[in-house]
């Protein structure tokens, strides 16, 4: 199992691209692998033939450095492969996991200071063979000895669950399975006796739900997440803008583009982080620990994660270089990694790294507002919710009028660690600033 991505410790097997006895060139797809960040398609990088492939299609959590297939020059029998398992290619191992910390398992006290807890104590008291316990006589029921299977119902894991879940006694269930064995079918099958009646109403109110397992991305997910909110001290700073001016510029635009382009607002929106960024340099940057010391590294150039939801997760594919981007070039690109990031075929290094996240829910008119949590090593995110209209009062010659105007409320979400709660304000202001006079963008 290749290591995809710098945090994959296992992945899972998706669909096999090639069988046994292809011959593969460099740069051929041999099998998808879901890693813990997308599912990618894993190229060859050799001249050979697939002898055996060891772990099939939709195997689960296989240890990264695990077997998963058998390579062969061309040329070489690959019928003698036929009988080859996963224990002839030295087996496998588990994916690692947290390792207790390591000076738990280490002794504060010298081998030989004499205390009964050093380790060449206990070394000398365990080689002691301990005195055999004295015969006692058991106390018997008078029964007859029952064996594990009598007393355990002969029921799937499965077919437990299901039968606590929903009350039945499954010691009543005729199991129709192998050897008599009980399986949800017959759960889901079992009808109670006639004077069982007010049971099976009570099991009927128990609550029902379905347990869905979390993909690797998810986990990823979860876990920087949960390290985000707890490692960086997220505060956020709020401001309603108007974009009546930008969305005529946008038409304007789209209009004249004779179906070259077609702009978004978001595409704008990705612009105008850029120019802010450019001016506040203090929130392009992210908090770094190199070779034992505290860094803020301030990038130089604006690498602008876009949030995107897929169907395995969020996704952050970075639009690099936004500030020497037109909005044109910007607009391609958000379409491509977009299109790409949803059918899961980025490649690490398009959406690992970025110096500010956007995250857009405007598409959805419910949202007004909301706050998005950071996407770490950066100190930054925005946060952008509907288009809505609004009056506001106009003066005009015949006195106070109403006008509409369209309006968006942001949410700049920053890291204290990196940026201070007035650079926040400044980066908001000019964000605002720009976006309300779209024509700073080309200058």
Not at 33 to 58: N, P, Y
Not at 205 to 222: C, G, L, N, Q, V
Request: net charge negative; hydrophobic share 35%; proline share 7%.
């Amino acid at each position: 199992m290749p290591a995809l991505s710098p945090t994959m410790t296992s992945g899972n097997i998706g669909t096999w691209q090639k069988k046994a006895g292809d011959s593969i060139a460099p740069g051929d797809v041999l099998v998808e692998i879901e890693t813990d960040k997308a599912q990618m398609d894993f190229e060859f990088q050799e001249d050979g033939v697939l002898a055996k492939i060891l772990k099939d299609s939709g195997e689960k959590d296989v240890a990264v450095g695990n077997p998963i297939a058998v390579m062969v020059e061309e040329g070489e029998d690959v019928s003698a492969f036929e009988s080859f398992t996963l224990e002839d290619a030295g087996g496998e191992k588990e994916a690692p996991k947290d390792a207790p910390k390591e000076e738990a398992a280490q002794s504060s006290e010298p081998p030989e200071s004499g205390s009964k807890t050093s380790p060449s104590t206990l070394g000398k008291e365990e080689s002691k063979p301990e005195p055999a316990p004295e015969p006692k006589e058991s106390e018997s029921s008078g029964g007859r000895l029952q064996t594990s299977l009598d007393r355990e119902p002969n029921a799937s894991p499965l077919a437990k669950a299901l039968a606590l879940e929903r009350g039945v006694p499954i010691k009543g269930v005729k199991g129709t399975g192998p050897n008599g064995r009980i399986t949800k079918q017959d759960i889901e099958k079992y009808q109670p006796p006639a004077g069982a009646a007010p049971a099976a109403s009570a099991a009927s109110t128990a609550p029902s739900y379905e347990d869905i397992p979390a993909s690797s991305m998810r986990k990823t997910i979860a876990n920087r997440l949960v390290q985000s909110m707890n490692q960086n001290p997220h505060y956020f700073v709020s401001a309603t803008l108007s974009v009546s001016k930008l969305l005529k510029l946008r038409q304007a635009l789209n209009t004249s583009a004779d179906g070259k382009y077609k702009l978004s607002l978001n595409d704008f929106l990705i612009k105008a982080c850029a120019v802010a960024c450019t001016k506040i340099p203090a929130v392009n940057s992210s908090w770094r620990e190199k070779d034992g010391q505290v860094v803020i590294r301030q990038h130089n150039t604006v690498d602008v994660s876009v949030a995107v939801a897929t169907p395995i997760g969020l996704m952050t594919p970075i639009v690099k270089g936004v500030e020497a981007l037109g909005l044109q070039g910007i607009s391609t690109q958000v379409k491509d990694l977009g299109k790409r990031a949803r059918d899961g075929k980025l490649k690490p290094e398009e959406y690992q790294g970025g110096t500010f996240t956007i995250s857009n829910m405007g598409m959805n008119a419910a949202v007004e507002r909301f706050t998005a949590v950071i996407n770490p090593p950066q100190a930054g995110i925005l946060a952008v919710g509907t288009v809505r209209k609004v009056a506001v009062p106009a003066e005009t010659e015949e006195g106070t009028s109403v006008e509409w105007d369209d309006q968006i409320v942001v949410t700049g979400s920053f890291d204290h660690k990196v940026v201070d709660g007035a650079v926040g304000g400044e980066w908001i202001r000019e964000f605002k600033k720009v976006v309300e006079n779209p024509l700073e963008m080309l200058l």
